[in-house]
T-cell receptor, first 109, second 116 residues
Framework: QKEVEQNSGPLSVPEGAIASLNCTYS??????FFWYRQYSGKSPELIMSIYSNGDKEDGRFTAQLNKASQYVSLLIRDSQPSDSATYLCAVLYDYKLSFGAGTTVTVRA | DAGVIQSPRHEVTEMGQEVTLRCKPI?????LFWYRQTMMRGLELLIYFNNNVPIDDSGMPEDRFSAKMPNASFSTLKIQPSEPRDSAVYFC??????????????FGPGTRLTVL
């Protein structure tokens, strides 16, 4: 089984701060990595994908990938109350996504 | 586009009953995925289809679970007989393409199943 581990939450950050989410994966053959956001009672939605080592920025979100360390992270800059949600790390292997348990983020106004 | 459509949104049934969950993917999407989400096990892939053909059903938990895709616009996930441990949110997702540098999977709103 392809394991995906995320830092345990919940994570509480003040509005305007940076939220840092971490994820490690077990399978070195994994090639594509994703961050999904899931609001309570809703379905997951893709917010970031990353395939190469390094950083990828999209607005207030930055994904970082280090394949040697089997590590993926997501930074949320200038956190807003609307960012309060559960963030799921997903790793693609053999055409199938394996999801982490998720980290719940609460942004305090 | 209406997005992925799932029905029913909520289902409450008694142990031993047959349950059928339905999904209509986004028009033109060739890939369809069924997931299950629970607090204990998180979000798990059950089965996925490409052009109506089941490609990988290794995540289907038991023979009590079956899935079909009779045409490009409709899929069902059936549980017979249902058990309390099947209680979960079942998501259907679809994707235009699905290769190693992948397209996005679009999730439906989910069906919350409660088996008493």
């Amino acid at each position: 089984q392809k394991e995906v581990e995320q830092n345990s939450g919940p994570l509480s950050v003040p509005e305007g701060a940076i939220a840092s989410l971490n994820c490690t994966y077990s399978d070195r053959g994994s090639q594509s990595f994703f961050w999904y956001r899931q609001y309570s009672g809703k379905s997951p939605e893709l917010i970031m994908s990353i395939y190469s080592n390094g950083d990828k920025e999209d607005g207030r979100f930055t994904a970082q990938l280090n394949k040697a360390s089997q590590y993926v992270s997501l930074l949320i800059r200038d956190s807003q109350p609307s960012d309060s949600a559960t963030y799921l790390c997903a790793v693609l292997y053999d055409y199938k996504l394996s999801f982490g348990a998720g980290t719940t983020v609460t942004v305090r106004a | 586009d209406a997005g992925v459509i799932q029905s029913p949104r909520h289902e409450v049934t008694e142990m031993g009953q047959e349950v059928t969950l339905r999904c209509k993917p986004i028009s033109g999407h060739d890939y369809l995925f069924w997931y299950r989400q629970t607090m204990m096990r998180g979000l798990e892939l059950l089965i996925y289809f490409n052009n109506n053909v089941p490609i990988d059903d290794s995540g289907m938990p038991e023979d009590r679970f079956s899935a079909k895709m009779p045409n490009a616009s409709f899929s069902t996930l059936k549980i017979q007989p249902s058990e309390p441990r099947d209680s979960a949110v079942y998501f259907c997702a679809s994707s235009l393409v699905w290769d190693r540098r992948t397209d996005t999977q679009y999730f439906g709103p989910g069906t919350r199943l409660t088996v008493l």
